[in-house]
């Protein structure tokens, strides 16, 4: 993938947007028929997309580019902290609020900030030296 093709912004933006489609499609023909509730659904989508927020500016940024030259080990015990942190983050909190009454936008908005710092904290704590300039 070349780099210079779009901005920073612009391969976040595809990113994000392909992983809502996968996080839709995996909702639709397997979690909504085993069960999973509707109000849950977010769970999916930030979980997917979470990986596109840190990748992204690891991958762009010459700065960080080192990180590339870990282990592929390594970098999928990463991955999958990522994934992890974001899953577990947004369920606790939308298990904590779904309750409450609130909108649907504002138990997706907290969810995601939760599901989205987890996932960063979990990354940054495994790659502390990625953020050191």
Known sequence: MDKERLPRWGWLLAGLFVMSILAQILNQLVLFPAGLPEAYQSITVITLMSPVLIYVGVWYDESRQH????SQERIVGDLAFVVAG????????LV???????????QDIVA???????SWGLFWW???????E
């Open 86 to 93: 974001a899953a577990l983050g947004s369920a606790i909190v």
């Open 112 to 118: 995601m900030a939760v599901g989205f710092m987890l």
């Open 67 to 70: 990180y590339w030259d870990r």
């Open 126 to 132: 495994r790659n502390p030296d990625v953020y050191l």
């Open 96 to 106: 904590a609020i779904v309750d409450l009454g609130l909108p649907q936008i504002v």
